[in-house]
């Protein structure tokens, strides 16, 4: 039975199992058997930071990685004390000294980037905690091999001056859960091998890091190569595969920890021919009955699904049908009309303990992935922590 908001009868709500997410990070920790490194930007995956980050704190997870200044900011002001990453600035970002004030390791993928730190730690009469990231082939973030060594001059003056420690040397992989498994082992291989030039090149300088972290929840589960003594996990930890083609969640032993359940405003009856929602994407080829589901693009559910997946009511799985709109959308339940009403718990997508899909598969259906499905999940679904 699902939970509705403090009791009520909510229009809609997504329930968020505390158990699932520690139950996926104990699954892939003992994969990789190191430490592990659980990434909760983006509000966790659309899981609710404020519930997700001291869960793990009581389980005993020692980092804690961000994407962006704020959301390290944001963790602090929680009252989270332990280690964090955060690895995306912009220059001048306004809340960048102030990781720098709380403790907060920051990434450091430019000259730039090291120099903004380093002025916020003198300011602060404080010594900033990086971890420098090297760009092994993904082409985004990170410091070009060919400029490191620039930069580990710069860093030799700026930790003589005791400003500056090197906390950790990282990277991020481009296609380590890429379907064809030859095409993801040469991936990975390749920057492997960039990766660890760039280690013994601070090793020659004599800067020698704490973690060394390369692999994300692919690298994690299917490239022990590419471990080294830290591992992040992000999307596995919340239940969610990396890529659905090479395995699901359920391959992997893991359990999607977000359900979105939503309550029927209404049912009708339309006569065959009667179109539904805007252009009439869908026309009834029979007398029909439709239920409306009080969600819609403006709550995150994608309108690239319409007409695209099922959702599951009353143990049924009845279609969705005609045009997502920005509130609502419909659901053709002519085969389960007896079996719901105005009020009846609709089940978008979760773990399938109910019939529904998973966000894995809403990702397929709509040519995205189930990443993106949980994280555009927006504020008037509230979450439920369970």
């Not at 359940?261 to 006569?271: D, M």
């Not at 799985?317 to 959308?329: C, K, L, N, S, Y």
């Amino acid at each position: 039975m699902s939970n509705s908001i403090s009791g009520l009868n909510a229009r809609a709500w997504a329930n968020v199992s505390g158990a699932a997410i520690l139950g996926n990070y104990d699954t892939i920790q003992s994969v990789t058997g190191v430490e592990a490194m659980a990434v909760v930007k983006a509000d966790a995956y659309g899981h609710g930071v404020d519930f997700v980050a001291p869960l793990l704190r009581t389980h005993g997870v020692t980092w804690l990685g961000v994407a962006l200044p704020s959301e390290a900011v944001a963790l602090r002001a929680a009252g989270d004390q332990g280690k964090v990453l955060c690895w995306l600035s912009t220059p001048g970002d306004p809340d960048l000294a102030a990781c720098v004030e709380a403790g907060v390791d920051l990434s450091v993928s430019s000259s730039r980037e090291l120099h903004e730190i380093a002025i916020a730690a003198r300011a602060l009469g404080a010594r900033a905690s990086i971890h420098i990231k090297i760009d092994t082939g993904l082409n985004r973030n990170g410091l070009p091999l060919g400029e490191l060594g620039l930069l580990i001059v710069e860093l030799g003056l700026l930790i003589n001056e005791g400003v500056i420690s090197v906390r950790g040397l990282w990277s991020h992989l481009a296609s380590a859960d890429h379907v064809d498994h030859e095409i993801a082992r040469e991936s990975v291989s390749a920057q492997r091998l960039i990766f660890v030039s760039a280690l013994a090149e601070l090793a020659s300088a004599g800067i020698e890091p704490e973690v060394i972290h390369l692999s994300n929840t692919a690298g994690a589960l299917w490239h022990p190569d590419s471990r080294f003594n830290l591992v992040r996990v992000g999307i596995g930890m919340y239940g969610l595969s990396p890529n659905t083609q090479r395995a699901t969640s359920a391959d992997l032993g893991l359990v999607p920890a977000m359900t979105v359940v939503a309550r029927l405003s209404s049912v009708k009856a339309v006569p065959i021919g009667a179109g539904v929602s805007y252009l009439h994407t869908w026309i009834a080829r029979r007398d029909s009955h439709l239920g409306l589901v009080p969600v819609g693009y403006g709550d995150g559910i994608p309108r690239s699904a319409s007409n695209r997946v099922s959702v599951s009511v009353g143990g049924e799985m009845p279609p969705q049908v005609g045009t997502i709109a920005m509130d609502q959308f419909v659901i053709d339940v002519t085969d389960c009309v007896d079996s719901c009403s105005a009020g009846s718990e609709v089940y978008l997508f979760g773990s399938g303990e109910h019939g529904e899909l998973t966000a894995d598969q809403w990702g397929v259906a709509t040519g995205s992935i189930g990443y993106e499905i949980v994280t555009r999940l927006g504020s008037r679904i509230p979450r439920v922590h369970m």
